[in-house]
């Protein structure tokens, strides 16, 4: 007979009952004071954060498990945060942005990403795609692109990443020809989330000689001749959107897609990689604080040697770090976000120790809840793996946590 398993309500709540995780995100519970993500916000920025927690237990976590096992892109559901102003954050107003600022951006990708991490995770690169078109756009270009991408009516993709250029993302070799009103792609991305099911496509080629200066941005739009995509990814995690390469061959763009001037494309990229970087961490953040919340209920719940797990030192000493390294890792991405949205000379390297310190620790902090559950944490029944599972590869993309390394050090020898 197989043993009966603790059924804590957190982990019933990220598996079946929207209202029971409702409650323990929002706090009916008691989110302890310590932890608590709201401490230190606006009101308006509590009202945000509430919106945002209230749509990841109702909408989100309910159904977190079916879209990794099944690898739904839940399309309708991201509509529905749209609706209330999630696809377009940090866009201007007047294309259908809401124009909150990097703070406000940063808690709510935060509290969706309890619900689910990789959904949010692709919400927040769709954003960063919407905000390079409103700031780098034209007005025509804004205004073809933006209302329908904040709407999530459409979605996009962010194409920088090749085959051979990861982390030395100045040497990619995707070209764009001038001929004319057009360009002539060719060439292909790699690790592209959305690819092949979004319709936009954000993408950073050369079009002039080696080195980031060559590089130019143009926006594609699905269904431009030439323009294909290689098999759906099978990967460990971020399930919840598919990531396929983007092939480019001999594929027309109007000279009218391009962002900006021909050579500006690298420091587009860049520029919105220091908001991806806050993003991302930002996602980690809201994992990280879900894990806790469930190993806190598994450790209160569980008992072992004839006594609940949550009266063992050891593990209470445990629970106290995770707690301890979430408010540090929040406390850091909200710092960066206010200097990124301030415009401050050392907004990129602290975008950068952000992205580094924040996935570094709140991957061990969902490691360590996983470990708390014993083998139970290892079963697909709990949310805690899929927390650890999706939260690990952001250790890896929008720059990975050695190149951060390498921002830093080099702001602080050159300084």
């Known amino acids: 007979r197989e043993?009966?398993?603790?059924?804590?309500?957190?982990?019933?709540?990220?598996?079946?009952?929207?209202?029971?995780?409702?409650?323990?995100?929002l706090g009916r519970r008691g989110i302890a004071s310590c932890i608590d993500p709201s401490t230190g916000l606006t009101e308006d920025q509590k009202e945000f954060q509430k919106v945002a927690l209230d749509f990841a237990a109702k909408e989100m976590a309910p159904y977190m498990a079916e879209w990794d096992e099944k690898e739904i892109f839940p399309v309708e559901t991201m509509r529905k945060a749209a609706q209330l102003g999630?696809?377009?954050?940090?866009?201007?107003?007047?294309?259908?942005?809401?124009?909150?600022?990097?703070?406000?951006?940063?808690?709510?990708?935060e509290a969706l990403s309890t619900g689910c991490t990789s959904t949010t995770a692709y919400m927040s690169i769709h954003n960063m795609c919407v905000w390079m078109i409103d700031t780098f756009g034209n007005e025509e270009q804004r205004r073809r692109f933006c209302p329908s991408l904040c709407s999530m009516e459409k979605f996009a993709s962010y194409c920088l990443t090749e085959p051979g250029s990861g982390s030395d993302a100045a040497s990619l070799l995707t070209s764009a020809q001038r001929k004319g009103d057009t360009y002539v792609l060719n060439g292909s991305k790699a690790f592209i989330s959305g690819g092949g099911d979004t319709d936009v496509y954000v993408v950073m080629c050369r079009?002039?000689?080696p080195g980031p200066k060559g590089i130019s941005c143009l926006v594609?739009?699905?269904?431009?001749?030439?323009?294909?995509?290689?098999?759906?990814?099978?990967?460990?995690?971020?399930?919840?959107?598919?990531?396929?390469?983007?092939?480019?061959?001999?594929?027309v763009v109007p000279v009218g897609n391009r962002l900006g001037a021909e050579g500006q494309g690298f420091s587009i990229a860049m520029q919105g990689l220091n908001g991806g970087r806050i993003n991302i961490a930002?996602?980690?953040?809201?994992?990280?604080?879900?894990?806790?919340?469930?190993?806190?209920?598994?450790?209160?719940?569980?008992?072992?040697?004839?006594?609940?797990l949550a009266n063992n030192q050891y593990l209470q000493f445990r629970l106290a770090e995770m707690a301890t390294r979430?408010?540090?890792?929040?406390?850091?991405?909200?710092?960066?976000?206010?200097?990124?949205?301030?415009?401050?000379?050392?907004?990129?390297?602290?975008?950068?120790?952000?992205?580094?310190?924040?996935?570094?620790?709140?991957?061990?902090?969902?490691?360590?809840?996983?470990?708390?559950?014993?083998?139970?944490?290892?079963?697909?029944?709990?949310a805690v793996q899929q927390f650890v599972r999706d939260i690990r590869v952001h250790q890896i993309l929008e720059g990975t946590n050695e190149v951060m390394r390498m921002i830093v050090a080099?702001?602080?020898?050159?300084g």
Not at 5 to 24: N, V
Not at 86 to 109: A, E, M, W
Not at 294 to 301: I, K, M, R, S
Request: overall charge positive; charged content about 20%; proline content about 4%.
């Open 326 to 382: 979430l408010v540090a890792a929040r406390l850091m991405v909200r710092h960066a976000a206010r200097a990124l949205q301030d415009g401050r000379e050392d907004a990129a390297v602290l975008c950068s120790m952000a992205k580094l310190f924040a996935t570094d620790e709140c991957f061990g902090i969902c490691n360590q809840a996983l470990q708390m559950h014993g083998g139970y944490g290892y079963l697909k029944d709990y």
């Open 220 to 251: 594609l739009e699905k269904g431009m001749p030439g323009l294909s995509f290689g098999k759906k990814e099978k990967k460990v995690g971020w399930n919840s959107q598919p990531t396929r390469a983007v092939i480019f061959e001999d594929c």
């Open 282 to 308: 930002s996602c980690s953040l809201g994992a990280a604080h879900a894990s806790v919340l469930l190993a806190q209920e598994h450790l209160t719940v569980r008992k072992q040697f004839g006594e609940p």
């Open 410 to 414: 080099r702001n602080l020898l050159q």
């Open 3 to 25: 043993p009966e398993r603790p059924r804590t309500a957190m982990a019933m709540a990220w598996r079946a009952a929207p209202r029971a995780a409702a409650r323990l995100l």
């Open 86 to 109: 999630f696809g377009g954050i940090y866009v201007k107003p007047d294309v259908g942005g809401s124009g909150l600022s990097r703070l406000d951006t940063s808690i709510i990708f």
């Open 207 to 209: 079009t002039g000689g």
